[in-house]
């Protein structure tokens, strides 16, 4: 007889595999959208957005299913740092809604990472979504990049001036289940965090304070 994980091991597979038919209507119809305007000369710069951000999202919805079949789902490839930052910062304005948020991005030049970028986009999304959700109307989010080690390393800063994480707090946001949300699930950061680790990258909390908080991203770069 199955022992109680080994079902729930079953049971989420059969639940991934559902999620996954479903969410793959969406990237169809964007496509079909595509080919219709298209046909019909029409370019509208707002809704090719939408529907790249959509395809995006189910994107990386089914790169998380594919989570729950295999221990390790890590798929690296050499990729350039600024268009992933850049891609993350446009799927995370959907969660602004109707506060004043400006995101602004000071990159450096760009560089080549060897990297999932379905997972470092994923952190990056948490990170300013989280941001998003600390500034109760208005506010600004910053996303920088600098390096150091002679290039070899590179570190992505992502900053909001919302609520500060009370710093007994500080010391547990990247425990499993641990949140400070009257409605979270305390995976957002623990997740991404050991994502970035099981690839030689690191996700920490550098400061958090009332004018303040600031997180890091550190990846190795393929400068030689």
Same mark, same amino acid.
């Given at each position: 007889?199955?022992?109680?994980?080994?079902?729930?091991?079953?049971?989420?597979?059969?639940?991934?595999?559902?999620?996954?038919?479903?969410i793959?209507?969406?990237?169809?119809?964007?496509?079909v959208?595509k080919?219709?305007?298209?046909?019909l000369?029409?370019?509208?710069?707002?809704?090719?957005?939408?529907?790249?951000?959509?395809?995006?999202?189910?994107?990386l919805?089914?790169?998380?299913?594919?989570?729950?079949?295999?221990?390790?789902?890590i798929n690296?490839?050499?990729t350039?740092?600024?268009?992933?930052?850049e891609e993350?910062?446009?799927l995370?304005k #959907?969660?602004?809604? %109707? /506060?004043?948020? $400006?995101i602004?991005? &000071?990159?450096?030049?760009?560089?080549?990472?060897?990297?999932d @970028?379905?997972?470092?986009e994923?952190?990056?999304?948490n990170?300013?979504?989280?941001? #998003?959700?600390?500034? %109760? /109307?208005k506010? $600004?989010?910053?996303i &920088?990049?600098?390096?150091s080690?002679?290039?070899?390393?590179? @570190?992505?800063?992502v900053?909001?001036?919302?609520?500060?994480?009370?710093?007994?707090?500080q010391?547990?946001?990247?425990?499993d289940?641990?949140?400070?949300?009257?409605?979270?699930?305390?995976?957002?950061?623990?997740?991404?965090?050991?994502?970035?680790?099981?690839?030689?990258?690191?996700?920490k909390?550098?400061?958090?304070?009332?004018?303040?908080?600031?997180?890091?991203?550190?990846l190795?770069t393929?400068?030689?």
């Amino acid at each position: 007889m199955p022992t109680d994980s080994e079902l729930i091991k079953e049971q989420a597979r059969y639940i991934s595999h559902e999620i996954r038919n479903q969410i793959s209507i969406s990237d169809v119809y964007c496509e079909v959208i595509k080919k219709h305007l298209e046909k019909l000369n029409i370019h509208n710069d707002s809704i090719d957005k939408a529907i790249n951000c959509i395809q995006k999202s189910t994107q990386l919805i089914g790169n998380s299913l594919l989570d729950l079949k295999t221990i390790t789902n890590i798929n690296p490839k050499r990729t350039n740092l600024n268009r992933i930052i850049e891609e993350s910062i446009e799927l995370s304005k #959907i969660y602004i809604f %109707d /506060k004043d948020i $400006k995101i602004n991005a &000071k990159l450096a030049e760009d560089t080549q990472i060897y990297i999932d @970028e379905n997972k470092l986009e994923a952190a990056l999304i948490n990170l300013i979504k989280n941001g #998003i959700e600390a500034i %109760d /109307k208005k506010g $600004k989010i910053e996303i &920088k990049t600098k390096y150091s080690n002679n290039n070899k390393q590179v @570190e992505i800063l992502v900053s909001n001036n919302g609520k500060a994480i009370p710093q007994k707090e500080q010391k547990e946001i990247f425990t499993d289940g641990h949140t400070t949300k009257a409605k979270g699930c305390g995976i957002g950061l623990y997740l991404s965090r050991c994502n970035l680790q099981a690839q030689n990258a690191d996700l920490k909390l550098v400061e958090s304070n009332n004018k303040n908080t600031e997180f890091s991203i550190t990846l190795n770069t393929l400068h030689e």
